[in-house]
Nanobody, 121 residues
Framework: VQLQASGGGLVQAGGSLRLSCAAS????????MGWYRQAPGKQRDLVAT???????AYADSVKDRFTISRDYARNTVYLQMNSLKPEDTAVYFC????????????????WGKGTQVTVSS
């Protein structure tokens, strides 16, 4: 099982980016999926999460600017980021709670490699 994130890049303040993260491998089920970010010298913080039933939660700093969504058929989670600010600059990581085919009764947190988002002022 692995998560592959994509969609990062360099954008000017006020611009938009869309991140994608696809889970692949022998997957039985996926519970929560989410996005986290880590700026240089800082801890990794939660950005947004989405449950298996579609309930979402956001960090206060991104509410009304970012939207998390999910394609259940493709095991993919998205993060639409609008009105980007320089303080949004960070490495963005996706995470998912996955029960693999080898252990269908236990969901384990998997992490993707980060994707860099840089917002210039």
């Amino acid at each position: 099982v692995q998560l592959q994130a994509s969609g990062g890049g360099l954008v000017q303040a006020g611009g938009s980016l869309r991140l994608s993260c696809a889970a692949s491998g022998l997957i039985f089920s996926i519970n929560d999926m989410g996005w986290y970010r880590q700026a240089p010298g800082k801890q990794r913080d939660l950005v947004a999460t989405i449950t298996s039933s579609g309930n979402t939660a956001y960090a206060d700093s991104v509410k009304d600017r970012f939207t998390i969504s999910r394609d259940y058929a493709r095991n993919t989670v998205y993060l639409q980021m609008n009105s980007l600010k320089p303080e949004d600059t960070a490495v963005y990581f996706c995470s998912a709670e996955i029960a693999p085919m080898s252990d269908v009764y236990h969901h384990v947190a998997y992490w993707g490699k980060g994707t860099q988002v840089t917002v210039s002022s």
